[in-house]
């Protein structure tokens, strides 16, 4: 608790032992002989020692223009139930007022601690080289380009390339992933992960502003500033709901004694229970809490939901359309085949090492890898790259392609197609067809179990945009047994592509997209909610996503959306609830059946409820999302 959480509860203790003694004396008979004012002073101490601050915030409101909101309710309804000789009820209402506002500044500030933990990966210092020794400075204070050693059980504190050293690096604050990762030199390492034993010099290839822990906290903070729809909603209802009941209320007291000559203590009293009951406190508290715990459990598996918004957005995703290479398969190509036309297969291999020698594609990397020569980039003129096509160089002086289909056919090359359920890379020099490389990328671990659980979750339609060729998506369409695949797409053509099946999704459900964010921003950007697989220290992923996970698992993603679905299942039980009881109340209090004692149930209790029943957020856990799989 904070210090002025328990300054809190002791004036709370203090004034329901005032109150406590108050009514039991009035009980056994012991008041009887004191005046008015008397009695009106003994019930008016606890009042004042728990109600001062709720007089005093409504009195600022009111100058300040701000009239209706709960301070106000509470403050009209104890005076007024003092006035009418209510005296033990109105010392209690402002009592459990005071209760129920202390429960929910410890509920919310549980779940703050939970989105905050994440504050902790933020570094305090870096060891900077310098030629005197290490320094230990700011981490703000580090140039760009500069050597920092990071020692055991340290925190990096900026992102950089490891130099010397050999490491396990926990990345579980960002990832939620208990697994180390190994550094060791040429590894890149990035900011808020915590060295494990060994020493690491690193060069820092980021300032600290544009660090991705940085970037992280930054999400972190604003995400609370992304409200949901139905959170617009419950202010909206709120800005004319309590004016309304206010003036209901006046009309209560006022109207019946005039018109019909009733008795005013006994509307004035109605009055006061309408206005205690009406209070707005369980609806405007619980369902932004309920987000913000959604969020913060989001955060502990490490996906990061950069607002309430997107959270609704997932719990009503019917469609779910994957990029394939890298998303649905591990990006990590390998050479299978080298199917030469002509010539043999060392010359076809060189020519498209020498070809792919300055790109830094992953097909690129893995040819060269499996030439396993330095390529003499002498011998290469000039490199011109084809959207959504492949290469084409000059290598000693004659024309060298190496791409798909499209770019042979669009050159007049005569080839034979291969039928290879694979990625091709078809090679043409010097105007003839030269063969085809056949790469291999298979299907990342635990897809099939992460379809599964994500059409558990409520996914109707899995589809899949693909550049590559139609056969090797097609053929991880079938593995994965997905509802759609469009392959041989050109970056424009996913968003086209997209767009369609924004069409043809129902109304009142929404559409998402995964991607690995390096090269899906469009699409990203375009679907009603976008998801960046894999995202660790990618800024392109963090920018145009609407939702991180900050590690390459795809079992992330259903814990995501049941984290979506339980928080707005939440959301919609406390605004039924809270909704059903003081309206109930509000009824039972204008026809004389409710006392005040009920009332401070129907606002009191109410929203203890609804905070405990939003604190469920807080508690999702991987045993929502068991492994099964989807295909035999």
């Excluded at 001062?52 to 309710?73: K, P, T, Y």
């Excluded at 030629?131 to 920092?148: C, H, N, T, W």
């Excluded at 992953?362 to 790259?385: T, Y």
């Excluded at 991180?548 to 079992?555: K, T």
């Amino acid at each position: 608790m904070t210090k002025k959480q328990k300054l809190s509860l002791l004036r709370i203790i203090l004034a329901a032992l005032l109150l406590g003694t108050a009514i039991v004396l009035e009980h056994l008979g012991n008041l009887d002989s004191l005046l008015w004012w008397q009695k009106l002073g003994l019930y008016l101490l606890p009042y004042l020692l728990v109600g001062f601050s709720v007089l005093r915030e409504a009195v600022e409101h009111i100058c300040h223009g701000q009239v209706f909101d709960e301070n106000f309710l509470m403050a009209t309804a104890s005076v007024a139930a003092f006035c009418v000789g209510e005296y033990p009820e109105a010392a209690a209402v402002m009592l459990l007022y005071q209760v129920g506002e202390l429960f929910q500044s410890c509920a919310v500030g549980r779940s703050r601690r939970s989105i905050t933990a994440l504050m902790d990966i933020a570094p305090e210092y870096a060891n900077l080289e310098t030629p005197d020794g290490l320094a230990k400075i700011d981490p703000e204070e580090v140039p760009l380009g500069s050597m920092i050693v990071v020692k055991p059980g340290e925190r990096i504190p900026l992102d950089g390339v490891v130099i010397q050293g050999e490491s396990q690096i926990d990345t579980a604050a960002l990832t939620g992933e208990p697994v180390p990762r190994t550094a060791a030199p040429g590894s890149g390492v990035i900011s808020g992960c915590v060295n494990g034993e060994g020493t690491l010099r690193v060069r820092t290839t980021k300032g600290y502003a544009d660090t991705t822990v940085t970037r992280i906290l930054e999400l972190v903070e604003d995400a609370s500033s992304r409200k949901a729809p139905v959170e617009g909603f419950i202010t909206r209802f709120a800005r004319w709901y309590t004016p309304i009941v206010t003036l209901l209320a006046l009309l209560l007291a006022v109207v019946p004694p005039l018109a019909y000559g009733k008795d005013w203590s006994d509307w004035i009293r109605r009055a006061c229970i309408f206005l205690v009951v009406s209070c707005p406190c369980a609806l405007v508290i619980s369902v932004p809490l309920s987000f913000f715990g959604g969020i913060g459990a989001a955060s502990r598996h490490g996906i990061l939901v950069k607002g309430s918004n997107y959270l609704e957005t997932l719990s009503k995703l019917s469609t779910l359309v994957f990029d394939k290479t890298g998303t649905l398969t591990r990006g990590e190509f390998k050479l299978s085949a080298v199917l030469p036309a002509r010539g043999s297969e060392a010359e076809l291999l060189e020519l498209a090492a020498l070809g792919e020698g300055y790109s830094n594609h992953p097909i690129a990397r893995s040819i060269r890898d499996a030439w396993g020569q330095a390529a003499e980039l002498s011998r290469v003129q000039s490199v011109q790259e084809i959207a959504g096509q492949g290469l084409c160089s000059v290598v000693d002086g004659r024309k060298l392609l190496l791409g798909s289909e499209k770019l042979l056919k669009a050159r007049g090359i005569d080839f034979t197609p291969a039928d290879k359920d694979s990625t091709l890379v078809y090679v043409a020099f010097d105007g003839l067809y030269r063969g085809v490389l056949v790469i291999s990328d298979g299907i990342k671990a635990g897809a099939d179990t992460a379809l599964w659980a994500l059409r558990a979750a409520g996914v109707e339609k899995i589809a899949m945009l693909s550049g590559d060729r139609r056969p090797a998506a097609e053929a991880v369409g079938r593995t994965l047994k997905l509802d759609q695949v469009e392959a041989e797409l050109l970056p424009q053509d996913k968003v086209a592509a997209l767009e369609s099946m924004l069409k043809a999704t129902p109304k009142n459900r929404t559409l998402g997209y995964v991607g690995d964010g390096l090269n899906d921003a469009p699409v990203l950007t375009r679907a009603d909610v976008g998801i960046a697989m894999g995202s660790l220290g990618s800024d392109a992923a963090i920018e145009a996503a609407d939702v991180v996970i900050m590690d390459d698992d795809l079992s992330k993603l259903p814990i995501a959306l049941r984290i979506a679905n339980k928080t707005l299942r939440i959301v919609r039980q406390n605004i039924a609830f809270a909704l059903a009881v003081k309206f109930a109340i509000l009824i039972l209090g204008a026809l004389g059946y409710a006392n005040m004692w009920l009332a401070v149930f129907g606002d009191v209790g109410v929203s203890v409820i609804a905070i405990l029943n939003a604190m469920r957020c807080l508690q999702e856990s991987h045993r929502d999302c068991l492994p099964r799989p989807f295909y035999s």
